[in-house]
């Protein structure tokens, strides 16, 4: 999979998956650009001052306006990796409109959003975008105890199939993953007696994303891949 004198958009990069795939695609000769919502990248992100990433700090991926401003910055793209979202485990009876229209917005809102500046931002030879959902968007009887979780995750399933058919004859690929609960310190800390050991690695599933996102798939298209390790 070469990427070279390619750009690539990764939302969420400075996470543990999206450490795991920024450092597979410049591995592979991307060049990547990162929106974050702090001031400056993280200590502990271990390619911040690599010479082809750029950070770009304080992005509101759900406001229209600063999403649109961030793409307009990057300028012509190759792929665009919506790894950024948001996690709230809480009963139906126990939310308020507030955390549904939280978990929308950093869910669903965030992707329509960023979907809709990279496709202005791709030539003429195309390009691809890769989501993220997540199992309950694919079994949403896992999603009890997390509705509005799973009510945005659906979203970005349902936006990647659509979307995918709107735009596949101007040769631009949209696929998602959907992970089950990837292997990351802060996934073991939350669940120490879980079996580790089965959990999908960031790893793993950077390779799917990067698959998708590559030039080398011309086929897959409206794809909602389940990544989900031996869990």
Known sequence: ?????????????????????????????????????????????????????????????????????????????????????????????????????????????????CCRAALKTFGQDGGRIVNVAARPALEPRTGAGMTAYTIGKAGVAALTMALAEEVARDGVLVNAVAPSIMDTPSNRKAMPKADHDLWPKVEQVAATILFLASPENTVTRGGIVPVYGRS
Not at 24 to 43: F, Q, S, V, Y
Not at 52 to 72: C, G, H, I, M, N
Not at 93 to 101: G, P, T, V
């Open 1 to 113: 999979m070469d990427f070279r004198d390619r750009h690539v958009v990764v939302t969420g990069g400075i996470g543990a998956l999206g450490t795991a795939v920024v450092g597979a695609l410049l591995d592979r000769g991307a060049t990547c650009h990162i929106p974050t919502h702090g001031n400056d990248a993280p200590d502990l992100f271990p390619y911040a001052q690599h010479e082809r990433v750029k950070v770009y700090p304080s992005v509101e991926l759900a406001d229209q306006d600063q999403t649109d401003l961030f793409y307009a910055k990057v300028g012509s793209l190759w792929a665009s990796v919506h790894l950024a979202g948001g996690f709230a485990a809480k009963t139906l009876k126990d939310s308020r409109k507030a955390d549904l229209m939280s978990q929308l917005d950093t869910n669903i809102v965030s992707c329509f959003l």
